[in-house]
């Protein structure tokens, strides 16, 4: 198998989701993951002056925000983090015609190592933050991504309660079809900015990653209403991504869709067979 490497690269390959101590795979093992889900129709214009090329809204342009509050990874030693992600329906129109996807706008994640892995080895547009475990409160449950105190985003369920972890369903739930688990492919937009041609990209590509390319069960599933909402920064409070969050408080929300609570464990798969990029 050949060794990965980022930096620093002068100390051997390098340990990550994608290559464990003697190059282990980190392949079908179980992560516990609390997933809630929130998505509105917005309007296609404004979405369309937030896609890079060579993307395009959906017909129906669709905006889903999802959390994950995940209970332990084989790759961190079985450690855990938050991140709370935001998709775009979108169209990619390249060489091989036209596919339909979620176009990655940004993740946020509450630990550094999976925010560096994933950006250098697939391109996904992580940033970092504080992203709270889902907590009930108020009939509902939460979570609140901050940074440095201040909070920019918050995803409410109404009515929805998250209780223990349903250990006994593990034994009897089957796995899902993993087409059904996730139906679209996923767009990263891999970019690097050149070092020393300001404004010229080193690299730009578009990074896809294939429907049906995990394993899961779904132990427990509430499905009901919920919402999303986006606090606008100002430069002083959120000095390298401001602009993010405000061109996502900008995209109006035109129709809220139904909102889900999921308790599901996802079999491990380090994507290094499944990446492709789009022409």
């Excluded at 129709?41 to 129906?60: E, G, I, K």
């Excluded at 979108?90 to 706008?105: C, K, N, Q, S």
């Excluded at 918050?154 to 139906?183: C, I, M, N, V, Y």
């Excluded at 679209?184 to 730009?204: C, D, H, I, M, Q």
């Amino acid at each position: 198998m050949t060794e990965m490497y980022r930096m620093p690269i002068g100390f051997g390959p390098s340990l990550g989701p994608r290559q464990g101590p003697g190059g282990r795979r980190f392949t079908g093992e179980p992560i516990r993951t609390n997933l809630l889900t929130c998505a509105y129709r917005t309007d296609p214009d404004r979405l369309a002056a937030v896609l890079p090329a060579p993307f395009v809204p959906a017909p129906d342009p669709v905006v889903t925000v999802r959390v994950l509050h995940n209970l332990g990874f084989p790759w961190l030693a079985g450690r855990g983090y938050n991140y709370f992600e935001v998709l775009f329906r979108a169209v990619h129109r390249g060489a091989a015609g036209e596919t339909l996807g979620d176009f990655v706008a940004v993740m946020w994640e509450s630990m550094a190592d999976p925010i560096i892995v994933g950006r250098d080895e697939a391109g996904h547009p992580k940033l970092f933050a504080d992203v709270s475990a889902p907590h009930n409160i108020g009939g509902g449950v939460e979570v609140t991504a901050s940074w440095e105190g201040f909070e920019f985003g918050r995803l409410r369920l109404d009515g929805a309660s998250l209780g223990d972890w349903p250990h006994e369903l593990e034994q009897t739930t089957a796995f899902a079809d993993p087409a059904g688990a996730t139906p679209l492919p996923r767009f990263n937009y891999k970019y690097f900015p050149s070092t020393t041609e300001p404004g010229k990209a080193a690299v730009g590509e578009v990074v896809m990653i294939p429907a049906g390319v995990y394993r899961q069960q779904v132990l427990t599933r509430w499905t009901g209403t919920g919402g999303v909402s986006w606090r606008e920064a100002r430069w002083e409070d959120l000095p390298t991504f401001a602009q993010v969050v405000n061109g996502l408080a900008a995209l109006p929300q035109v129709e809220p869709l139904p909102a889900s609570l999921t308790q599901l464990v996802k079999l491990t798969n380090d994507l290094r067979d499944e990446l492709q990029l789009l022409h």
